[in-house]
């Protein structure tokens, strides 16, 4: 859907329908070795880093959710995606065989906390399997647009495995009762527990006991929920259970319901690198509609300054730079302005990624926001060196806040794509579910 639309409001309906599930995990759980096995999200997971998890060990996770394959006899790889899957699927049926990966006797929904290591608060949340909500249910509200290719290439995996690989993070409206039964629920040594190389200690509680299951069941029924992370992993799940007519557990998806506010996510920017496009030059077709200010850039470089821009709630604009030098964009003009669609709601249309994506690169620079066009960076330091591989600008934004995700989805609207980063984000591979519960 283009990110200028918004979907007409939704009547209210039922809130998130939560039920525990038969994991599927390693069978050795030792923190060493999950460390090894484990991998972050497959959208976060560069062609370097896919190979430096493989080499980690032969049965890393990374081999299901990003398979690698040989191109076909004509060298075009065409058909790349269907052997792909089927890829995953062979190993992912090995791995069983061979009891690498077990399956839980009974059903369990999962507490699953986050503390990252320097000192933040840490995120907990109820690992189950979300119900995929009816047409027109404000149960589960995405926030951004999808790409189709992206979606297909998810559903095809999901397809030939009949397994969420990895959860999606929903952030669910506060609820008095939620918070009690979490710290009730982590009761002795977690089930599960690793580290990764953010530092973050992730834990795992297997919860069986029916009345916890019920209460926590009961409680999260009457909240909603945004969808956090996994926007392209949810549309895949909806089509999949289009074709499997909801059965064979198809009807739901794995998912992470972590709390919104205290105690849920924090929200950090995703910047962009525009590929074949000077600095100069962008600065040039910039300053007709935005004042432009270049940036000292002292001895630690841009990537600091980049840093202290961010870390000033006082500051606003957009930064540019092409990894050596850094300018400022503010005050934009009101053609800018009107470049944004104007039927779209508020709450959408004042977002600095919007005025960004239309007001910037669309229309100043001419660039339409596809794949090959616009290119995601999840860090500062990520912007700043593709900005220098591509021959092109890093744009670097400032991070939309909780409550400005979560207004714009229940706006019906969407954010552009890659809009929004929530950390902590869970560890891909400790917890799968196969979809014959």
Do not use: C
């Not at 559903?155 to 609820?175: K, N, Q």
């Not at 039964?181 to 009761?187: F, G, I, K, S």
């Not at 909240?223 to 992993?233: F, W």
């Amino acid at each position: 859907m283009p990110s200028s639309s918004a979907d007409p409001p939704h009547p209210a309906g039922p809130g998130l329908e939560v039920r525990p599930f038969r994991a599927l995990t390693y069978r050795r759980r030792d923190p060493d070795h999950l460390a090894r096995v484990s991998s972050p999200a497959y959208d976060l997971v560069g062609p370097g880093g896919r190979e430096r998890l493989a080499a980690a060990d032969p049965h890393n996770i990374v081999r299901l959710i990003l398979p690698r394959v040989a191109p076909g006899p004509d060298g075009s790889g065409a058909d790349a995606l269907g052997r792909s899957a089927a890829e995953a699927a062979a190993t992912l049926r090995d791995w069983q065989s061979a009891e690498v990966l077990e399956r839980e006797a009974e059903p369990a929904l999962w507490v699953y906390a986050m503390k990252p290591s320097d000192g933040a608060p840490a995120t907990v949340g109820w690992l189950a399997a979300v119900t995929l909500p009816a047409a027109g249910s404000r149960a589960v509200l995405p926030h951004e647009d999808t790409f189709p290719a992206a979606v297909e290439g998810r559903r095809a995996l999901l397809e030939a495995t009949g397994t969420d690989l990895e959860p999606i993070v929903l952030a669910h409206d506060p609820h008095p009762d939620v918070p009690g039964l979490t710290v009730a629920a982590q009761d002795g040594a977690p089930f599960l527990e690793v580290a990764d190389a953010d530092g973050v200690r992730h834990s795992l509680w297997r919860v069986t006991d029916p009345d916890l299951v019920a209460r926590v069941t009961a409680a999260l029924a009457d909240t909603e929920a945004v969808i956090a992370d996994g926007h392209h992993r949810f549309a895949a799940a909806q089509a999949h259970a289009m074709t499997r007519r909801g059965g064979g557990g198809a009807d739901a998806i794995l998912a992470l319901v972590t709390p919104m506010g205290p105690g849920g996510l924090r929200v950090q920017p995703i910047h962009r690198v525009v590929p074949d496009l000077a600095l100069d030059e962008a600065l040039a077709a910039a300053a007709a509609d935005f004042r432009v200010t270049e940036l000292p850039v002292d001895g630690g470089g841009p990537a600091d300054a980049v840093r202290r821009w961010l870390s000033d709630p006082d500051q606003t604009g957009l930064l540019v730079g092409d990894g050596h030098r850094l300018a400022r964009l503010d005050h934009p003009s009101p053609q800018v302005h009107g470049s944004v669609p104007a039927e779209a709601p508020e709450a959408w249309r004042g977002l600095d990624v919007v005025l960004a994506h239309h007001g910037l690169v669309h229309w100043l620079w001419g660039r339409t926001d596809d794949p090959e066009s616009v290119l995601p960076a999840h860090g500062v330091e990520e912007a700043l060196r593709g900005a220098q591989a591509r021959r092109g600008v890093a744009l670097l934004l400032r991070a939309a806040s909780p409550a400005d995700v979560a207004a714009v989805a229940r706006a019906g609207a969407r954010m552009p794509r890659k809009s929004t980063l929530f950390v902590p984000k869970p560890r891909t591979g400790l917890v799968l579910r196969p979809h014959t519960d």
